[in-house]
């Protein structure tokens, strides 16, 4: 399996634009989640499904973010409008089965956002 | 709100010797821990995951503990190699999610 795959891997946009993450997770992983890196909160979730239905969301920051897994195999996590402070790194990450039974998480690479 | 904290922040060493990453945890009513390894630029590799239950998981040169009961995890690299110099992040699992801690950077000197 190629693993967690993520695109764009760099996007650099301007204030005001929409942005949209995308994702791939492992064949059969029935958990996908959407984390940020900042170098001053570290790595946070912001959203996970389970079975392509959104479970939490308390982690998403604002209105202007939102996340959508419209099947098994692909996932989107859109910043409308975009602001400088959503500069970061997202990852996406997937698992199979229930996290608290002990499936080890697996990451993508990352996208790296930076808003000017 | 489950705290993790990694300590030391940074730690450089020489070829071959032995390291220690230490990681703790505010709140021990935990599922699972999981060590992860990050290279400059890139995603996170997993490196172990220990359950609640266990005491010990090894992987190679890897060996990591976890004293759930104090809140702290240890993650052992034998024989260290400049391969290893990356940022090694905990992350414990006490719901769906994962709090990580803020990683140690590790440089392995030739």
């Known amino acids: 399996d190629a693993g967690v795959i993520q695109s764009p891997r760099h996007e650099v946009t301007e204030m005001g634009q929409e942005v949209t993450l995308r994702c791939k997770p492992i064949s059969g992983h029935d958990y996908l989640f959407w984390y940020r890196q900042t170098m001053m909160r570290g790595l946070e979730l912001l959203i996970y499904f389970n079975n392509n239905v959104p479970i939490d969301d308390s982690g998403m920051p604002e209105d202007r973010f939102s996340a959508k897994m419209p099947n098994a195999s692909f996932s989107t996590l859109k910043i409308q409008p975009s602001e400088p402070r959503d500069s970061a790194v997202y990852f996406c990450a997937s698992s199979l089965g229930d996290p608290r039974g002990g499936t080890e998480a697996f990451f993508g690479q990352g996208t790296r956002l930076t808003v000017v | 709100k489950q705290e993790v904290t990694q300590i030391p922040a940074a730690l450089s060493v020489p070829e071959g010797e032995n390291l220690v990453l230490n990681c703790s945890f505010t709140d021990s009513a935990i599922y699972n821990l999981q060590w992860f390894r990050q290279d400059p630029g890139k995603g996170l590799t997993s490196l172990l995951l220990i359950q609640s239950s266990q005491r010990e998981q090894t992987s190679g040169r890897l060996n990591a503990s976890l004293d759930k009961s104090s809140g702290r995890s240890t993650l052992y690299i034998a024989a260290s190699q400049p391969g290893d110099s990356a940022t090694y992040l905990c992350?414990?699992?006490?719901?769906?999610?994962?709090?990580f801690g803020a990683g140690t950077t590790v440089t392995v000197r030739a």
């Open positions: 992350a414990v699992n006490d719901d769906y999610k994962l709090s």
